[in-house]
């Protein structure tokens, strides 16, 4: 019996671990899956990477130069649905962009999408909600933020600097740790995931306790202290694993992290412009005829393919007894990493799919035609977490059939179709038209939001307010 229990829980801790790594490994960009695997490859002799062209989808060997032949096509001559499949990294060089379909005429030309830091993308979105004496408060306050997202000044010292209220300040930080990415801008990593907590709960059941615990026990819920926080808060063991899960699934301890292009988690703006030059995700059309159905290739963040290096394995029977331990650990931790590879491409080649479905008419056609979605409709779909869904949308980007390369989570982007029809009535104007005035337009075209809604577009879409604009046409 005993060594039954052993062997559940072993396989429980195996599960776990499988689920936690093949989610860290979602909310990787390419190029840190890149150096995760390389690292891991230069210590552990378990781990092997064959250098041969072989179909991440079908496992079948690939001609020299191409795509697989099975996967890119049809599996029936008359089927219309789309096709997805994964694609080995050195299949993105071999598309030939040249002949790609022209970009849409009332577009500009998208060789290349541009990068945003963080500072400038809050602001943004919290831009029409500040007074004039806090928006250099704002400023500075997102301008200091740590590569995780925290804010490391004193509240006070902002407050004298500024010659404002410390409460005037601390009226800024909850407007920026209410914006995208949520948490941004917290004291702290518990505080962070507060904020979260405090808006997932308006949707999703949490379970009691998770407020308490992440206030007064983070740090032994972290250590696996469950009986002490247990005995602390009137749980039992279970539930306070349940909410150690439910954290795990749900929150995100470092939101700036989760913000793509974000110059502040160490890189470069150069960096971020090699990897947009790369998209993960290409979607074109089958044999480049915009009659034809769509073509999803998911572009693998290696070449060649990842397995466990079957001598080693074999050779494990055979290690000496001082290293038997640490060879096993070995062997787990090279399983684990090529699992989660695998479920990292079925979960994003299932999430396209759907994406896809719902979002055709935005891809053939334009932005002025995405549906408003969100992740967790597309998580209730799938059966997963809406967490997953966001690990799998961050630091991801799409080339589109016009050879415009987006971010995939404007895939979700609900505004986006009012912002095309806003900049469209503005680069139309005759004399500069008031929010109020785009208001009614944009009531007329089915579009029903407030002045307040209208200002904070425009500032995310980089224009200025009617004065402002009147100016520079008089100049």
Request: charged fraction near 25%; proline fraction near 4%; glycine fraction near 4%.
């Amino acid at each position: 019996m005993y060594q039954n229990q052993s062997q559940k829980l072993e396989t429980r801790i195996q599960a776990s671990a499988h689920l936690a790594q093949t989610m860290t490994m979602l909310g990787m960009s390419s190029e840190e899956i890149r150096e995760k695997i390389e690292s891991e490859l230069a210590k552990n002799p378990f781990l092997e990477l064959v250098e041969e062209r072989i179909c991440p989808t079908c496992k079948r060997k690939l001609p020299e130069n191409g795509k697989c032949p099975i996967c890119s096509q049809p599996q029936l001559d008359q089927s219309k649905e789309n096709i997805i499949f994964v694609s080995p990294k050195d299949d993105f060089s071999s598309y030939n962009y040249s002949s790609a379909v022209e970009p849409y005429h009332d577009e500009p030309d998208y060789d290349s999408a541009q990068t945003e830091d963080l500072a400038a993308y809050v602001l943004k979105q919290i831009g029409p909600d500040l007074e004039d004496n806090q928006k250099l408060v704002a400023a500075y306050l997102l301008n200091s933020l740590d590569e995780d997202g925290f804010i490391t000044t004193d509240v006070f010292e902002v407050a004298q600097y500024y010659h404002v209220l410390p409460s005037s300040v601390e009226e800024v930080i909850d407007l920026i740790q209410h914006a995208d990415p949520l948490g941004v801008g917290s004291r702290n990593l518990q505080e962070a995931l507060l904020v979260q907590l405090k808006h997932i709960s308006e949707t999703v059941s949490v379970p009691s306790g998770t407020e308490n615990i992440i206030r007064s026990s983070f740090d032994d819920l972290k250590h696996g202290k469950y009986r002490e926080i247990a005995k602390k808060h009137g749980l039992t063991v279970r539930q306070v694993q349940k909410i150690e899960k439910f954290i795990g699934d749900n929150l995100n301890p470092f939101p700036a992290r989760a913000h793509w292009g974000d110059t502040l988690a160490g890189k470069s703006n150069q960096d971020y412009s090699a990897v947009y030059h790369e998209p993960d995700i290409l979607i074109y059309y089958l044999n480049e005829d915009p009659r034809n159905q769509l073509v999803v290739e998911i572009v693998m963040p290696i070449s060649g393919y990842l397995r466990v290096n079957q001598f080693y394995k074999k050779e494990l029977k055979n290690a000496p007894e001082d290293r038997m331990e640490e060879w096993k650990n070995d062997l787990d931790k090279a399983n684990l990493l090529v699992k989660s590879l695998y479920q990292r491409n079925n979960t994003i080649s299932d999430m396209m799919s759907l994406l896809i479905g719902k979002q055709e008419a935005y891809i053939r056609n334009g932005e002025e035609y995405i549906q408003p979605l969100t992740r967790a409709q597309i998580a209730a779909e799938m059966g997963v977490h809406e967490s997953t869904i966001s690990r799998a949308v961050s630091n991801k980007t799409v080339m589109l059939p016009n050879r415009k390369v987006v971010a995939l989570s404007s895939f979700f982007d609900r505004s986006l179709n009012v912002r095309t029809v806003l900049k469209e009535l503005i680069q139309n104007e005759t004399k500069p038209l008031s929010d109020a005035k785009l208001v009614t337009l944009l009531n007329e075209r089915g579009f029903n939001v407030a002045r307040r809604t209208v200002a904070k577009y425009r500032l995310m879409e980089g224009i200025g307010s009617a004065h402002q604009r009147g100016i520079s046409t008089v100049q």
